[in-house]
């Protein structure tokens, strides 16, 4: 599972897609936390995020869905910014 961003101890991975493997999302993992997060709307689709930390990941995704949207389509990883 590719490295897509790491920010503020969050590491943000992304899977291979697979035919039953939507929606389109990324997983977030925050020390022994994790959660999968819907690109298209930011929610939590499953897993226990501290809120603090989801938050941080929501706001990281609000200015990258375009781009996280692309590599789920076209399975092109690539390592975006963190979160300032």
């Known amino acids: 599972m ?4 790491r920010f503020f ?6 899977y291979y897609q697979q035919t039953d493997h939507n929606p389109p999302h990324i997983h977030a993992i ?12 930011g929610r939590m689709i499953e897993g226990d995020l501290p809120p ?8 990281w995704l609000g200015f990258y869905r375009t ?3 692309a590599m789920w389509n076209t399975q092109e990883f690539k390592q975006l910014p963190p979160l300032d």
């Open 2 to 5: 590719p490295v897509v961003a």
């Open 9 to 14: 101890g969050i590491i943000i991975k992304m």
């Open 30 to 41: 925050y020390g022994e936390y994790m959660g999968a997060i819907c690109v298209v709307n």
């Open 67 to 69: 781009e996280l949207e």
């Open 52 to 59: 603090r930390a989801l938050m941080l990941v929501q706001e």
